[in-house]
Every structure is written in C-alpha cells, then in structure tokens.
C-alpha cells in the first residue's frame, strides 16, 4: 500500500516541478529544463529529481545545474503549498543522460544501416 502512494506522490511532484520551471521561475537558465522523473525515499523526506536539458555542451549543463541548485528553495516552497501532505521532501536534482545514451545508441544503428 504504501508503495502506491510513493508512486502518486512521485508522479505528483514531477508534473508539479514541470509547471513550476515553467511558470514561476524566472531564471534563464533554467530554461528547456524537463523532469524526467522523480524518485522519493519510501520515508517521503528526500526525493530525487531527474531533469534532462536539449543541449550537449558542459558549459550549459554546469550553468542549468547551478540555476536549478538556486531555485531549490522556490520549488520547494511552491510545492509546499501546492501538495497537501505534511512534510515537504528535500529536492535533489540530479541530470538525467539516458535521453543523450539513447540519441547515441539511434546515431550508431543509423551508421550500421547505412553501411549495409
């Protein structure tokens, strides 16, 4: 029972978080940022949230990633009073590379047709 709940509450923050990047903060370089998904603590105190971004170059990942670490506090905040449970968990973002694996797996599939 209780997994189900970790797995609405999951669900929950995700499309919550996309609505706040997207309306609230201001910060341009948070900008093209999309969660990917979010993992909770079964305790509902910490959760882990996967973004990915559109670009390839280590500059603007380590400028979004700096831009999200100062937004913690507003997406917490905004998520507090838009979540009706009664602690807030503690955001973690952490980026996401499976998008990027997958652009390159489909690249290197692409080469071996084409070859053939």
């Known amino acids: 029972m209780a997994q189900y709940r970790v797995g609405r509450l999951e669900q929950e923050i995700q499309r919550e978080i996309n609505d706040i990047l997207l309306k609230r903060v201001r910060d341009p370089r948070v900008q093209g940022v999309t969660v990917t998904g979010v993992e909770v603590t079964g305790d509902l105190q910490q959760a882990n949230v996967y973004y990915s971004i559109l670009s390839d170059k280590a ?3 380590q400028k ?14 905004e998520l507090g009073s838009r979540l ?15 998008v990027k694996y997958g652009d390159k797996i489909d690249r290197l599939l692409n080469e071996l047709n084409s070859k053939k």
């Open 59 to 61: 500059h603007d990942g």
């Open 64 to 77: 979004t990633e700096q831009g999200l670490e100062k937004a913690t506090g507003l997406i917490k905040k």
């Open 84 to 98: 009706s449970i009664y602690k807030t968990p503690d955001i973690h973002f952490k980026r996401d590379d499976s």
